[in-house]
């Protein structure tokens, strides 16, 4: 049975993280968004690298000594003159040592409920931000991350809103965590909203019985969506099968999709409902932000 009603999400509390490269330069301009967006509040931070070992003094190098706090204060003064980053009140951190344990102990300490980051997307399943840091945030934060891959058109964060949600799943209960976002984000922009299931075909099947399991799964997708949804928008559903990656990705473009949410399983490497190969190749190639909201059970 469908639900009655949304559950509206807000976005409190946003960490912009930043390693002064061109994407994230371009994800700090839909940290902005969000944060005007949701009237949150926002946390640039950057981690530098832990200090390196020298074998002259023998005693720990200054903070001010170590040359790669120096030029990481740099370049965050820098940004501080980026009129968007300017005019919106935030709060600025220096932090050194291991990127996401740092990372995490502001998301604690703050109470952030959305973190944002720029994707590389380079290597075969795609090199993140300060190397696997983006890959442990995926994994382990307790809140919605928004990445932002290099192939992201750059006019979507001149809308006032979204106009475009797509919700893909797979079904399980990691997965269906994303949900809540994604009607809650559509409703509140008046987006257009579509949920997506992709069957992973691998022999040929009878064709009245592929006609079934079609219109199963659209029966189902249909019951997410809350009973009073054609208020504030024209859901739509579907359902094909291929490889989940390319045809979320495939959907997104045809559609003029300007947001992804998918849900994912935190833990190891063997443990995703939906498996990182997936989020990684939808996070590295889309041409839209993708929110990825991480299951705990």
């Known amino acids: 049975m469908a639900p009655a009603s949304i559950t509206r999400v807000a976005f409190q509390h946003i960490l912009f993280a930043t390693d002064f490269s061109e994407v994230s330069q ?12 949701y009237d949150s509040k926002l946390t640039v ?22 040359w790669q706090v120096q030029h990481a204060r740099e ?16 709060k600025t951190v220096l932090k ?24 590389h997307g380079r290597g075969a399943v795609g090199t993140l931000l300060l190397g696997s840091v983006a890959e442990e945030v995926l994994r382990n934060a307790p809140c919605a991350v928004l990445t932002v891959g290099p192939d992201v058109v750059q006019s979507i964060v001149d809308h006032q809103r979204l106009s475009h949600v ?14 809540p976002y994604a009607l809650s984000m559509a409703e509140e922009n008046n987006a257009e909203l579509t949920l997506l299931h992709v ?29 009073d949804a054609n208020l504030w928008c024209r859901p739509q559903v579907c359902v094909c099968s291929g490889a989940p990656a390319d045809e979320i990705l495939r959907l997104s473009h045809d559609r003029k999709v300007d ?39």
């Open 259 to 297: 947001l992804i949410v998918m849900g994912a399983h935190g833990g190891g490497a063997g443990t995703s409902h939906i498996p990182w190969t997936i989020v990684h190749s939808v996070v590295r190639k889309a041409r839209c932000p993708v929110l990825t909201v991480r299951s705990v059970s």
């Open 199 to 227: 069957l992973e075909q691998l022999e040929p099947l009878p064709m009245q019985y592929t006609k079934e399991l079609l219109a199963d799964y659209r029966h189902r997708l249909w019951n997410t969506v809350p009973d």
């Open 166 to 179: 797509l919700f893909a799943t797979d079904f399980s209960d990691a997965s269906m965590s994303a949900l």
């Open 75 to 90: 370049s965050l003064q820098k940004m501080e003159e980026f009129e968007p980053l300017r005019m919106f009140p935030h």
């Open 26 to 37: 371009r994800a700090m301009l839909h940290a902005l968004a969000m944060a005007k967006r």
């Open 96 to 119: 050194q040592g291991g990127p996401w344990a740092e990372m995490a102990g502001l998301v604690g300490d703050c109470g952030v409920d959305l973190i944002v980051l720029g994707t």
């Open 45 to 66: 931070l950057h981690v530098a690298p832990p200090e390196t070992s020298v074998p002259i003094p023998m005693e720990p190098v200054p903070l001010e000594a170590d």
